[in-house]
T-cell receptor, first 115, second 116 residues
């Protein structure tokens, strides 16, 4: 158990819908990272927040947005969902904001299925 | 931008055989991390390498960082069924190479299966 929690574990929805994924980092960690994992694309970095502010952006679509709240939990919002958005979404956390050198602790993931 | 190649994509071995996965970058790296993801699980941090030519061992796992800091390898001696999973490298480019100071890029991983 990494100490990072993610809800829900599974999500099944239809195309065009909007969903929110939630992540609570390990106690004491200030950074939260979001990743998308699909079979053909591997682990794709989406976005990082550090202490409430966006720190780094990866291959995140405009239909996706995220935020980190004062209590440091984070939400990833996915809208106008398409079939291709079906994937495993991981949240990770680390102590500091330097994603390149910090150890990242991953949550169990949310499996999103878009029908 | 930085290109990361991890090979092989898949490797199937008999239990007791050795296994090696390689991670190659088109640019000089600041450091590299390795993660393991068990089937149905989440990535778990294994190690970070920082120095040129660095070699680190964890029981049957040996991690190496190339002298030029452009490649790395993970070698498992005498594989066991508990070694099954996908091994990811996560190289971080040097800050002045135009890469983000914060972003960590993961390779596509090597899926290791072990026949008991």
């Amino acid at each position: 158990d990494s100490g990072v929690t993610q809800t829900p574990k599974h999500l099944i929805t239809a195309t065009g819908q909007r969903v929110t994924l939630r992540c609570s980092p390990r106690s004491g960690d200030l950074s939260v990272y979001w990743y998308q994992q699909s079979l053909d694309q591997g682990l794709q970095f989406l976005i990082q927040y550090y202490n409430g502010e966006e720190r780094a952006k990866g291959n995140i679509l405009e239909r996706f947005s995220a935020q980190q709240f004062p209590d440091l939990h984070s939400e990833l919002n996915l809208s106008s969902l398409e079939l291709g958005d079906s994937a495993l979404y991981f949240c990770a956390s680390s102590v500091a904001g330097t994603g390149r050198t910090d150890t990242q602790y991953f949550g169990p993931g949310t499996r999103l299925t878009v029908l | 931008g930085q290109q990361v190649m991890q090979i092989p994509q898949y490797q199937h071995v008999q239990e007791g055989e050795d296994f090696t996965t390689y991670c190659n970058s088109s640019t000089t790296l600041s450091n590299i991390q390795w993660y393991k993801q068990r089937p149905g699980g989440h990535p778990v941090f294994l190690i970070q390498l920082v120095k040129s030519g660095e070699v680190k061992k964890q029981k049957r796992l040996t991690f190496q960082f190339g002298e030029a800091k452009k490649n790395s390898s993970l070698h498992i001696t005498a594989t066991q069924t508990t070694d099954v999973g996908t091994y990811f490298c996560a190289p971080a480019p040097k800050a002045n190479s135009g890469g983000s100071n914060y972003k960590l890029t993961f390779g596509k991983g090597t899926l290791l299966t072990v026949n008991p």
